[in-house]
């Protein structure tokens, strides 16, 4: 069975600092994507960062970076130079068999302070 | 470009009535998946539409059910509903590509009384 897992029901970090979300999965799949959401309380999901299982690089779009390590099955999510409106909700998520049905985790809520 | 548009935003349904949420994907988009979110569940896989035909199925009763057209609009459908429909249903369209992004719409909040 698939299953994605984020331990950190709540994270807080000081403005301009950089922040790991961590993230877990479990897949059968050898074929899988990963995926970073963020969710602020407006409810949209906003996409963040993609990783791929074949993919050697890790991710990076802009301040977001994705570190992907296979063998541990992890990929989390750092958010450099943290800005005050990085608060929010975020889930990681995985695609596999199929890439438009993704499997949540149950998220982790950013504070970040000023 | 116009992103993911859903309608109603928000709705207030009491037990036993049905509900019809719309979601217009975005232009050129085929893939529609829709997902329930609850505080207590999270965000759950519903269906998803490709082409008009449901490609994709979560573990849901047979009360949630969904269709697309041929534009790629869809539609899904909670018939008699319970207190535990309550929830954020958020829609997502792709491209359809392997390596596609799903990019969601606000979703549609609805509470059932």
């Known amino acids: 069975a698939q299953k994605i897992t984020q331990t950190q029901p709540g994270m807080f970090v000081q403005e301009k600092e950089a922040v790991t979300l961590d993230c877990t999965y479990d897949t059968s799949d050898p074929s899988y994507g990963l995926f970073w959401y963020k969710q602020p309380s407006s409810g949209e999901m906003i996409f963040l960062i993609y990783?791929?299982?074949?993919?050697?690089q890790n991710a990076t779009e802009g301040r977001y970076s994705l570190n992907f390590q296979k063998a541990r099955k992890s990929a989390n999510l750092v958010i450099s130079a943290s800005q005050l409106g990085d608060s929010a909700m975020y889930f990681c998520?995985?695609?596999?068999?199929?890439?438009?049905?993704?499997?949540f985790g149950a998220g982790t809520r950013l504070a970040v302070h000023p | 470009k116009a992103g993911v548009t859903q309608t109603p935003r928000y709705l207030i349904k009491t037990r036993g009535q049905q509900v019809t949420l719309s979601c217009s994907p975005i232009?050129?988009?085929?893939?529609v998946s829709w997902y329930q979110q609850t505080p207590g569940q999270g965000l759950q896989f519903l269906f998803e539409y490709f082409s008009e035909t449901q490609r994709n199925k979560g573990n849901f009763p047979g009360r949630f059910s969904g269709r697309q057209f041929s534009n790629s609009r869809s539609e899904m459908n909670v018939s008699t509903l319970e207190l535990g429909d309550s929830a954020l249903y958020l829609c997502a369209s792709c491209c359809g590509s392997a390596t596609g992004e799903l990019f969601f719409g606000e979703g549609s909040r609805l509470t059932v009384l």
């Open positions: 998520a995985m695609g596999a068999g199929g890439y438009n049905k993704l499997i």
């Open positions: 232009s050129g988009h085929r893939s």
């Open positions: 990783q791929g299982s074949y993919d050697q």
